[in-house]
């Protein structure tokens, strides 16, 4: 099922445009080009993520992202602007925005980052998950338990926090920032090298499932591909 996309700008040419690349990138985009029908569109339907222009006729960006948290303050929100100006910088991250971009900007960049908050959202509603039956393996993240087959192993906290994420994330991408962030808490050359370690080591751990492999992402992260659900 698509990520429906609600983007409000008022550049009717700018936006047709903007909306046929997210729709030819698999996504379900609803356009609308002032800030009242961006409000009007998001209290009618449900959408996973919001893309605001800052300055628009009737209602501005910054004022429509306040209604829409007041509804649900869960909804990722990400401002363009054709402003770089500090304050409005702030004030979109005060507000509650996941992420600002100055135009003109990089449509894949721009790709990249809508990807990033949804899957960042995906592991927020899905962290609470601890058994995962995926093709031939079933995996307890509470007692850090993998079985592959008949062979069980006892995993380190670090390959089972690894191993959980490529879970929540199968089939999709999962980004290094992310899985460095969340169990290294820090990003460096010397905690990517780490990383690279244990993903090696579970490649080793899952190798006797033909139906499961863990790729390499462009350089950018990885995917625990399930070829036998």
Not at 31 to 37: F, P
Not at 105 to 113: N, Q, V
Request: proline share 3%; with cysteine; net charge negative.
């Amino acid at each position: 099922m698509s990520n429906r996309i609600l983007l409000v700008e008022d550049d009717q040419s700018f936006g047709a445009v903007l909306k046929d690349y997210l729709t030819i990138n698999n996504f379900e985009v609803t356009l609308a080009t002032d800030g009242e029908m961006g409000l009007k569109e998001f209290t009618e339907k449900e959408f996973d993520i919001c893309i605001f222009d800052v300055m628009m006729p009737k209602k501005d960006g910054f004022s429509l992202a306040e209604d829409v948290k007041k509804i649900d303050k869960n909804t990722p929100i990400i401002f363009l602007t054709a402003r770089n100006m500090r304050e409005d910088i702030l004030k979109g991250y005060q507000i509650g925005a996941d992420d600002y971009i100055t135009k003109p900007f990089d449509t894949e960049l721009l790709l990249y980052k809508i990807k990033a908050i949804l899957q960042r959202s995906a592991v927020l509603e899905n962290e609470d998950q601890e058994q995962f039956k995926i093709s031939s393996i079933f995996f307890d993240s509470m007692l850090r338990q993998l079985r592959v087959g008949e062979n069980e192993y006892k995993l380190s906290p670090k390959e089972n926090e690894l191993l959980k994420l490529l879970c929540i994330h199968r089939n999709d991408f999962m980004p290094r920032d992310l899985a460095l962030r969340k169990i290294w808490k820090k990003e460096n050359y010397f905690t990517a090298r780490s990383m690279d370690v244990y993903i090696a080591k579970l490649r080793k751990l899952l190798k006797d499932d033909e139906g499961l492999e863990i790729i390499n992402v462009h350089g950018e992260g990885f995917r625990l591909l399930v070829k036998n659900p």
